[in-house]
């Protein structure tokens, strides 16, 4: 089955570290730029960061940059999001997609929420 | 990057159509046919609904279809049913290299 698996979100106090997991099983994983996109709770969406197929390009929002890191590890299938320095606006559900033809994004994972709090 | 801009609603009776517009700039959608638009129900993550201005992807009913004008997108659903209603997001890719979502629009059938 052609699918995204997020994991690791929880609750983080500000100024914390958290590293998201996404397991993609179904496709040629490494064919394929990725992206993690987050909404905060009753809000819209926003991109957040992707990664081309070999891990050699990355581009993040201004938001996040500096302080999250986007990888890949195509031999695990995974992809990853570091996340330091965290506060309090960056609670939301992280989710990761994939990217398909002419950047849309056409497959997503359920989802993980990371709470930011003290 | 600012978020385009998006009606925060739209409603309509079964079988109406209604049209959702998304705006953005020279920098996003005036200089780039990669705009998507997304649905996504509560409670569920956003599903692919059109890539590159105006493409279905397979299994997209073809009541949904989308076209662009200068800096401004739109997305059509002809026919409107009651599983249409859900919260509908625009996207395009930037000069930065990077991407921007719509703030959302509700749709409501009515």
């Known amino acids: 089955e052609v699918q995204l698996v997020e994991s690791g979100g929880g609750l983080v106090q500000p100024g914390g570290s958290l590293r998201l997991s996404c397991a993609a099983s179904g496709f040629t994983f490494s064919g394929f730029y990725m992206h993690w996109v987050r909404q905060a709770p009753g809000q819209g969406l926003i991109w957040v960061s992707d990664?081309?197929?070999?891990?050699?390009?990355?581009s993040y929002a201004d938001s996040v940059k500096g302080r999250f890191t986007i990888s890949r590890d195509n031999a695990k299938n995974t992809l990853y999001l570091q996340m330091n320095s965290l506060r309090v606006d960056d609670t939301a559900v992280y989710y990761c997609a994939r990217g398909g033809v002419m950047a849309a994004t056409d497959l997503w994972g359920q989802g993980t929420l990371v709470t930011v709090s003290s | 990057q600012s978020a385009l801009t998006q009606p925060p609603s739209v409603s309509g009776s079964p079988g109406q159509s209604v049209t959702i517009s998304c705006t953005g700039t020279?920098?996003?959608?005036?200089?780039?046919?990669?705009v998507s638009w997304y649905q996504q129900p509560p409670g569920t993550a956003p599903k692919l609904m059109i890539y590159e201005v105006s493409n279905r992807p397979s299994g997209v009913p073809d009541r949904f279809s989308g076209s662009k004008s200068g800096n401004t997108a739109s997305l059509t659903i002809s026919g409107l049913q009651a599983e249409d209603e859900a919260d509908y997001y625009c996207s395009s890719y930037t000069s930065s290299s990077t991407y921007v979502f719509g703030a959302g629009t509700k749709v409501t059938v009515l």
């Open positions: 020279s920098s996003d959608i005036g200089s780039y046919n990669r």
């Open positions: 990664i081309n197929g070999d891990g050699s390009y990355t």
